[in-house]
Antibody, heavy 112, light 112 residues
């Protein structure tokens, strides 16, 4: 069974850093592409970043230079390092395989 | 960026009646590999999105037959033949043919 489980969210002050992790099972990150999608409270869905099986990485303009996606093939996890966090980064962050499999999300709240 | 425009944004429907959601992209979603990476997602309140269809017309496992899709290029439609109570929530189209991946604004399906 395919599962993605996010962790690492929390309350952080503006300018701070958080590292989100996505533990996957039922498939290997080395053979799939994984993305992060976020949803601000009461808002729609926003694509954040993607990492492909060849380790190429792409980011939304809104997070470029602040967020870094990576994968650990030995642990079968994907991480999102988020630096210089802003109030507008407050959202529920989902880990997604392709568009077919979604985690439950982890909440990031950036507030003074 | 590829802009995805959904109509309507709100759809009050009577149980047992049909519903239809349109999704239009600002450019053709035919990828250079010949595939069209358009997905339809359904999000119930308080839950993560779940995919209904991916690659335009591939039905995800467990999706009821009352859901169907059509379209190509820039114009796509999701139809529900007879709306049931469990179909309430927000429907999104998402394109994965071009980076950055983008979503429609969402269509809120509610029961009259």
């Amino acid at each position: 069974e395919v599962q993605l489980v996010e962790s690492g969210g929390g309350l952080i002050q503006p300018g701070g850093s958080l590292r989100l992790s996505c533990a996957v099972s039922g498939f290997t990150v080395s053979n799939n592409w994984i993305m992060w999608v976020r949803q601000a409270p009461g808002k729609g869905l926003e694509w954040v970043s993607v990492i492909y099986s060849d380790d190429s990485k792409y980011y939304a303009d809104s997070v470029k230079g602040r967020f870094t996606i990576s994968s650990d093939k030995s642990k079968n996890t994907v991480s999102l390092q988020m630096n210089s966090l802003r109030v507008e980064d407050t959202a529920l962050y989902y880990c997604v395989r392709g568009s077919e499999y979604w985690g439950q999300g982890t909440l990031v709240t950036v507030s003074p | 960026d590829t802009v995805m425009t959904q109509t309507p944004l709100s759809s009050p429907v009577t149980l047992g009646q049909p519903a239809s959601i349109s999704c239009r992209s600002s450019q053709s979603l035919v990828h250079r590999d010949g595939n069209t990476y358009l997905s339809w997602l359904h999000q119930r309140p308080g839950q993560p999105p779940r995919v209904l269809f991916y690659m335009t017309s591939e039905r995800f496992s467990g999706v009821p037959d009352r859901f169907s899709v059509s379209g190509a290029g820039t114009d796509f439609t999701l139809k529900i033949s007879r709306v049931e109570a469990e179909d309430v929530g927000v429907y999104y189209c998402m394109q994965l043919s071009y980076l950055p991946y983008t979503f429609g604004q969402g269509t809120n399906l509610e029961i009259k």
